[in-house]
């Protein structure tokens, strides 16, 4: 139905799920048995039996690393209508993020999820506070319902590639 929206968004912006380094994700206050690879990894993230949920509150505090530099343009934050997110906050490039520090931090963007963002209608972020992203961190604050677990069944990144140069593909010049 909706299969062109998932892998092209506006504009020439694709969903940023194959640059992700899964070997960095981290999912802080998460369900042992609902972890994060269940809302962000393909196949998994479409799939209603699976989801993300939070485990001794709340709240949950998401870290994706990418491969290459990103521009992030929008993400989908899909969930339930009493259990999922309610007040996101986005920081671009912050590392080693806990809640004890969270606050300290002014976030790149904040969104308050409506009903019909939570059933998969993409949100559009700041853009100029997104362009060299190598990193993203997600903190969900609160749920819609007040309630101690939040459920998250889908998180995607949609953006764009930053043109750069791979340290790791250079060689190095031999002195002959």
Known sequence: ???AASSTSQRGQVDLV???DWSGVECLNQS????????LKQGYRDDDGLHL???SDEQLLIYIPFT????????VIKGPEEEGPKTVKLFSNKEHMGFSNVGDYPPSDTVVLSDEQLKGLPIILKYVKFQNVRSL???????????????VHK???FGTTVDTTNMKDLKKIEDH
Do not use: C, P, R
């Open 53 to 55: 949920a939070s485990d």
């Open 32 to 39: 042992g048995s609902h972890a994060i690879a269940n809302a």
């Open 1 to 3: 139905m909706a299969s």
């Open 68 to 75: 290459q530099m990103i521009k992030l343009h929008s993400i």
């Open 18 to 20: 194959d640059f992700v």
């Open 137 to 151: 961190t997600i903190f969900v604050e609160d749920n819609q319902g007040g309630d101690d677990v939040t459920t």
């Open 155 to 157: 998180i995607a990144l």
